[in-house]
């Protein structure tokens, strides 16, 4: 087995709109589409497409949402061993009211419902063994750390798996302290160029590289339409982005890191990887909702790779 996800699992409400409001101002929706997403789950679904083969770790209940994101990990190829199902009236699905702007731009308020609540106890370490990577995203853990901490102790109970983690915001603004344990057990860190700031404390970026690179072997910074930057051992560089359409960036910097992940699955040097995680995040952005415009094996060529 190649990579198992463990994050949240929610359905996205995406609403788009002829912009997103500040305080005290007002905006107006121009259409509503539901997909299934969960930034983790976004990134596994992405492999599953590029032929890696793959699981899950995350929870759902019996409703409609729940039974929309399990019937689509299915449909995706996604191994489902892993996935705690609670009864109907246990709690709810995660829900994402995702909400797009006719450039592009997006924000995003969560429902988590019964993602915060999986424990250590209910995932089999044995499973998640068998697998060559472990990626993983945050939790909101408003409702509950169960999740959270879950996640801490499964990084210390496996020995198997690289681990790949994309703390996100909502991980970042908890700050260093809070994260360390999760930083010296990864492998390859993805974060924005806000995250790294917010989560290091740094006055600047240089700074800000060089603290979380003396935690993990490969730094991966996602810098929107600037490509990423790049930082592995005594090597740093910038890899450039692909120039597209933007429809939506739901779900971009998800795609990136399947792209990325991909290279090193297949033993692809780190420029390779980085090149990749460029590409699939382009392809994404061309359509709506976080999963439509993933790539599939078919649609990449080792000659779409720009030179840097």
Known sequence: MDVIGFGALNLDKICFVDKIPREDEEGFVLTIEEHPGGSAANTIVGLSRLSAK?????????????????????????????????SKGR????????????KG????????????????????LDYVEKFKIIHLTSFVSILSKDSFEAQKNLLKLVSNPIVSFDPGFLYAERGLDEMTDFLRSTDILFINEREIMVLTNEKNFESACNVLSGYVDTLVVKLGDRGCFVKRNDKEFFSKPFSVNVVDTTGAGDAFNSGFLYGILNDRSIEDC?????????????????????PFIKDLKDDDYPKD
């Open 274 to 294: 980085a090149r990749m995680g460029n590409k699939v995040a382009s392809l994404s952005i061309t359509k709506s909702g976080a999963r439509d415009g993933l």
């Open 105 to 124: 731009g997006r924000s995003i308020i969560v429902d988590p419902g019964i993602n915060d609540f999986i424990k250590i106890s209910e995932i089999d």
């Open 54 to 86: 793959t699981g899950y770790i995350g929870k759902i209940t019996d409703d409609d949402a729940g039974r929309i994101i399990f019937k689509d990990l299915l449909n995706e190829n996604i191994d489902v061993k892993g996935i705690i199902k609670e």
């Open 91 to 102: 709690g709810r699905s995660g829900v994402a009211e995702v909400f797009v702007d006719k």
